[in-house]
């Protein structure tokens, strides 16, 4: 399977084979997106990134990675400031925008309107989250992470134990997650929320079609025992308008729970950004320092992968090996003050 032209609209598109694609090349580029190789490979190549949602990683990520390889960035940020707010379809902003340059990345909170902006166009148009549908830039970089941290304490991505946990009917990145962690084998998927948050059932049925267990519980206490990864989440609280949602604070991941529950070697995960606020219920900051939270290696892990998603979408991936040089700028060793023993003797 080839991903030129592709649009990247759901983790459907990707088999195995393209994943484990994918993060070989992600590999290769990590040098570039740690700075300390640069690239030319997407000279004179643009990316529109459109975003009529709140960002932070999605858009800065996939702009940073374009920058990276070479190209340039033009975007726009919320349906206020663009022509949409006079009235203007999503097909026409799409034809429009594509005339300006050679890939798309879309976020809006209609899970339909990514779709609309794909099917008016050929330049290829990446979804960067569409309500509580997908996000499969996102999933990518999940598995990558989990690639490299299960290879690290020797582990595979099959036969292994996985907790999602928390808001896994509106938190799009687990369906995502849900499609391209079911492409391994003979794994035991537990779905741990609320039962008003649980995981759609469609999802489910699939992965047990792929021969996968599912177990699914409404108690952290119990259902994170032995698991290899505990995938955290945020409540959506921006898809409820304005509803009360019970969530009680089992839901709260902080280290008094992992100490209690979690092996040495369970890695911790989670999409960010996490609620910080008093009473959130989310993933907490005292376990911060604890080596097995992998959420910035995870968010350092968005660039290089996005970068090979781009170039692979845009037919460019056999011209990056020859394509990387050194660079004469000045980048600290690691990027943060923990990092070292996680990136030690890798690619960076
Ligand atoms: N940043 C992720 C998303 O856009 C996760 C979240 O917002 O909770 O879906």
Redesign the pocket.
Known sequence: MSLTGKHVLSSDLFDREELERLFVLADLLTPVARGRKATRVLEGAVMASLFF??????RLSCESAFLRLGGGVVNSTGPEIMSIAKGESYADTSRVVSGYCDLLVV?HPEETAVHEFAAATNVPVING?NGAGE?PT?ALLDMYTLHREFARTGRGLDNRRIALVGDLRY???VHSLMKLITLYENLTIVCVSPAHLGMPAALLESAERRGHRIELSDSPQTALKDADLVYA??L?TERFAGQPTPYSDEFRIDKALVSRVCRDDTVIMH???RNSRPGSNDLAADLNSDPRLAIFRQTDAGIPIRMALFVSVLGAAEAVPDSLRRVAWYRPEYTGPDDAPFYRNTAG
């Open positions: 949602e709140a960002s932070t990683r999605t976020r989250g996000h996102q938190g799009r990145t989440t945020r959506q999409p960010l950004p």
